[in-house]
């Protein structure tokens, strides 16, 4: 995230002082992309301790 602000703050065609705002409120949200692929990787390690449950159940 720094290496973003500071690239940023040294362009020479500058960003509106709004523009950082919304930039800067938005660093601690995440997007509906970010909660997804969230919920995708929970279901998936769910899947996989309940594969290898099973596994060590048939052993």
Do not use: F
């Not at 020479?12 to 709004?18: K, N, Q, R, T």
Request: no cysteine.
């Amino acid at each position: 995230m720094d290496e973003v602000l500071n690239a940023l703050d040294d362009r020479w065609d500058s960003m509106a002082d709004y523009m950082m705002e919304e930039i800067m409120t938005g660093a601690d949200s995440l997007g509906n992309k970010e909660l997804l692929e969230s919920r995708i990787r929970s279901y998936r390690h769910q899947r996989n301790l309940a594969y290898n449950e099973l596994v060590g159940i048939k052993q």
